[in-house]
């Protein structure tokens, strides 16, 4: 079975921290890259950072360098995105894909930064 589950979202107050994860089938995970996207209210579905299958090398939207670290467990099917220095512009659900080979999204975590 396909399945992508997102958690460890939340309430957090500007400049706060946060560790997501998303726990995937094997399937779709093993020996893939894999990716961490964000849809704020009335916007698109936006990318945020990408990881290769062995975890050495990772990228970032740019609005997001430095804050934000993307990694993953090949062991549990997990890729976590530890979020730090968070902005109100970083209020949005995050969803785990595949980038390139989308496979059905799952619930999303909701991640909402405000005092």
């Known amino acids: 079975q396909v399945q992508l589950v997102e958690s460890g979202g939340g309430l957090v107050q500007p400049g706060g921290s946060l560790r997501l994860s998303c726990v995937a089938s094997?399937?779709?995970?093993?020996?893939?890259?894999m990716a961490w996207y964000r849809q704020a209210p009335g916007k698109q579905r936006d990318w945020v950072a990408t990881i290769k299958p062995d975890g050495t090398t990772t990228t970032y939207e740019n609005s997001v360098k430095g804050r934000f670290a993307i990694s993953r467990d090949n062991a549990e099917n997990t890729v976590y995105l530890q979020m730090s220095d968070l902005k109100p512009e970083d209020t949005a659900v995050y969803h785990c894909?595949?980038?390139?080979?989308?496979?059905?999204w799952g619930r999303g975590t909701q991640v909402t930064v405000s005092s």
């Open positions: 094997e399937s779709i995970f093993s020996g893939y890259i």
């Open positions: 894909n595949r980038p390139g080979l989308i496979v059905p």
